[in-house]
């Protein structure tokens, strides 16, 4: 079993920063992957950012230059450092890991999830 806790939502002003934090806890072999995704009212839920087992990332092309994934193994945390917040980046972002090696952008390939945290950006 894999547990994840997200944090570091809030609300921001456009062309503001935040850093979400995902702190993890269980089996490390199912969550050799973990990713950020979000999901706005309305919307289906996406891939953001994610981090495969031997450090290879992939970023939504509407992040790509404006998002930083990371993750200190000796934390057993996750990291997705958000600047540049644009009003279309409001969502509820949610952390997920899974056993598999290769970060994929895909959600439904995702078997454990935290429970969410709230970005808001807006003037």
């Known amino acids: 079993q894999v547990q994840l806790v997200d944090s570091g939502g809030g609300s921001v002003q456009p062309g503001g920063s935040l850093r979400l934090s995902c702190a993890a806890s269980g089996n490390s072999y199912n969550r050799r992957s973990m990713g950020w995704f979000r999901q706005a009212p309305g919307k289906k839920r996406e891939g953001v950012a994610v981090?495969?087992?031997?450090?290879?990332?992939n970023y939504a092309d509407s992040v790509k230059g404006r998002f930083t994934i990371s993750k200190d193994n000796a934390k057993n945390t996750l990291y997705l450092q958000m600047d540049n917040l644009k009003p279309e980046d409001t969502a509820m972002y949610y952390c997920?890991?899974?056993?598999?090696?290769?970060?994929?952008?895909?959600?439904?390939?995702?078997?454990?999830w935290g429970q969410g945290t709230q970005v808001t950006v807006s003037s």
């Open positions: 997920a890991a899974d056993s598999f090696r290769f970060a994929l952008l895909d959600p439904s390939r995702y078997k454990y």
């Open positions: 981090i495969g087992s031997e450090g290879s990332t």
